[in-house]
C-alpha cells in the first residue's frame, strides 16, 4: 500500500537534499536567464530587430520547445534527470556562445550575408538553443520526483515558481545590466557593470558589444553544468542515503525498468494531465503575452516621447517578477497543501480568476501605465503561481516517479505551444495597435479559469486508494 504521509526525514537527509536542489535549480535559473536574453537584446538592437522580427526568431525557439518534449521527455526518463540537465547547461551554453558569434558579426558587419538573413540565422539559432533549454523543467522535475514526497510538493511547487521568477529576474534585470554595460557611452554604472567592462575588455570600444548578452550567460551555465556533474543525483540512494515510496502515480511499482510504450499510454490516456496540458498551454500565452510585451510596449512609448521616464516598474522588472513570483508561488504550495489536502487544482482556478480580473483591467487601462504596471505586476504572481503547482508539481504527482520527465515534457511543452502562439499573434497585431493586446489574451484566461475549475477534485489514484 503507497504512503500517504511524510516520512520522518534525518537532518542529514534533509541537509543532502538541499544539497542536491540548489544547484540544481540555480541551473535552471540560469536557464532562463540564456532563454530570455533574446528579449534584452531586441530591446538593446532597437529597429534591427522589429517587432515582427522578434516574434518569428521568438516563435521559432518556442515551437521547437514545445515539440522537444516527444523526444526529450521520455529521453530524461530513461537516461535520469542529472544527465538531462547537464545537456541543457553544456547545448543552451553552446549555443548562446553561436548566438553571440552571430550578434558580433552583424553589427560589425552591417552589408554582410548575416546582417541581410539575420531573421532567419537568428531563427535557427534560437531554436537550437531552445531545444536544449527544453531539457530544463524535464530534468528538475524529474530529480525531485525521487526526493520529495507528493504531500511536501505543494511547497517544492513555490520553490520551482521560485526558481522561475530567480530566472526571470536574472534574465531581465541582470540582463539589461549587461547591455548597459556594453554601450559606447554608458551612463550611472555599478561596480559590477564596471567590472564587466574591464574584464571583458569593453572599455574603448567603439561600438555597442551588445553579444555579451548571450556570452556570460553562457559562461555562468559552464560552470554551474561541472557544479551539477559533480554533486547532483537522481535518487537518495545515490547520494547515500535509502529511497523511499513518495505517494504519487507511481507507488507500489517495483519495476524500475522504463519502458516508453508503457509511459506513453499511461500520459496520454490521463484526461487529468490532458487536462493540465491545456490549462498550461493558456498560461504560455499569458505568460509571455505580458512578460515580453510589456517592456516591449514601454520601449516603444519612450522612444516615440510618449513618456518622458521609463517608468519604475519597467526599470525593476526583473525584480518586481521575482518579489512576485515568490509570493505568489510559496502562496500557492502552502494553500493547496494545507488547505485542499495537496490538491493543485483549486489554487490554479483561484490564481486563473485574477489572469481573467487582470486582463480585462489591461484592456481597460493599457494607456494608463501605472495601473497597467502594477496590473500586469499582480497577474505575473498568478500565473507564475499557476505554473509552479501545474508543471513542476502536478506533473511529478499524477506522471508518477517513474513518468515525470514525460509528463512534465508534454506540459511544458504545451506551455511553449501557447508561448509560440501569443509570440506570432501578438507580433503582428501589436504593430497595428496595441489596443489589441490585452483583449487578445481575455479568452485564454478565461479558458484557464474554466479548465482548472475541471480538475478542482484531482488526486492521484495510487493515493486515493490509500487515503481510502
Known amino acids: 500500500m503507497p504512503s500517504i504521509d511524510i516520512p520522518s526525514y534525518t537532518t542529514k537527509y534533509r541537509v543532502r537534499r538541499i544539497i542536491n536542489w540548489v544547484p540544481l535549480g540555480l541551473t535552471y535559473a540560469f536557464l532562463y536567464m540564456a532563454r530570455y536574453n533574446l528579449t534584452v537584446a531586441k530591446n538593446a538592437l532597437g529597429d534591427l530587430m522589429t517587432k515582427e522580427d522578434f516574434g518569428i526568431i521568438f516563435a521559432a525557439g518556442t515551437f521547437t520547445y514545445a515539440f522537444a518534449f516527444l523526444l526529450n521527455g521520455p529521453l530524461t526518463d530513461k537516461l535520469g534527470g542529472r544527465k538531462a540537465i547537464l545537456i541543457a547547461a553544456v547545448g543552451t551554453a553552446l549555443m548562446n556562445i553561436l548566438l553571440g558569434i552571430f550578434t558580433l558579426d552583424f553589427l560589425g558587419n552591417r552589408g554582410g550575408f548575416f546582417f541581410a538573413h539575420r531573421t532567419f540565422l537568428f531563427s535557427i539559432l534560437y531554436a537550437a538553443n531552445m531545444y536544449f533549454q527544453s531539457f530544463g523543467a524535464v530534468s528538475i522535475v524529474k530529480v525531485n520526483a525521487a526526493w520529495f514526497h507528493i504531500r511536501e510538493r505543494g511547497v517544492f511547487g513555490g520553490i520551482f515558481g521560485i526558481l522561475i521568477s530567480l530566472g526571470l529576474y536574472f534574465a531581465f534585470d541582470w540582463g539589461d545590466a549587461i547591455a548597459k554595460a556594453t554601450v559606447v557611452h554608458p551612463e550611472a554604472l555599478n561596480f559590477i557593470q564596471e567590472a564587466i567592462r574591464t574584464l571583458f575588455g569593453i572599455n574603448g570600444t567603439t561600438s555597442d558589444q551588445t553579444w555579451w548578452v548571450f556570452w556570460i550567460p553562457a559562461l555562468?551555465?559552464?560552470?554551474?553544468?561541472?557544479?551539477?556533474?559533480?554533486?547532483?543525483?537522481d535518487k537518495p540512494s545515490g547520494a547515500g542515503h535509502p529511497d523511499f515510496d513518495v505517494g504519487d502515480a507511481s507507488s507500489g511499482d517495483t519495476d524500475e525498468t522504463f519502458h516508453l510504450g508503457e509511459v506513453l499510454k499511461k500520459i496520454i490516456t490521463n484526461k487529468i494531465i490532458l487536462t493540465i496540458a491545456f490549462i498550461e498551454f493558456c498560461s504560455g500565452v499569458m505568460r509571455n503575452g505580458m512578460m515580453h510585451w510589456f517592456t516591449i510596449y514601454i520601449k516603444e512609448l519612450l522612444d516615440k516621447k510618449i513618456l518622458i521616464e521609463r517608468p519604475w516598474v519597467d526599470e525593476h522588472w526583473g525584480l518586481l517578477q521575482l518579489l512576485a513570483g515568490i509570493c505568489g508561488g510559496m502562496a500557492a504550495g502552502w494553500i493547496s497543501d494545507h488547505l485542499f489536502g495537496s490538491r493543485r487544482g483549486p489554487v490554479a482556478a483561484l490564481l486563473y480568476g485574477i489572469l481573467t480580473v487582470g486582463a480585462v483591467l489591461m484592456a481597460m487601462f493599457y494607456q494608463n501605465i501605472a495601473i497597467l504596471s502594477w496590473t500586469v505586476t499582480v497577474m505575473m504572481m498568478a500565473v507564475i503561481g499557476v505554473h509552479g503547482m501545474m508543471s513542476g508539481t502536478a506533473t511529478m504527482d499524477f506522471g508518477g516517479r517513474k513518468a515525470a520527465g514525460t509528463a512534465v515534457g508534454m506540459i511544458d511543452g504545451m506551455v511553449y505551444l501557447g508561448?509560440?502562439?501569443?509570440?506570432?499573434?501578438?507580433?503582428?497585431?501589436?504593430?497595428?495597435?496595441?489596443g489589441y493586446w490585452a483583449p487578445f489574451l481575455i479568452p485564454f484566461a478565461a479558458l484557464g479559469t474554466y479548465l482548472a475549475t475541471r480538475i478542482w477534485f484531482a488526486f492521484p489514484n495510487a493515493t486515493r486508494k490509500a487515503v481510502h
Open 419 to 434: 508561448t509560440g502562439v501569443q509570440s506570432l499573434a501578438l507580433g503582428y497585431l501589436t504593430t497595428q495597435s496595441w
Open 220 to 233: 555562468i551555465l559552464i560552470i554551474f553544468a561541472v557544479i551539477d556533474y559533480l554533486i547532483v543525483f
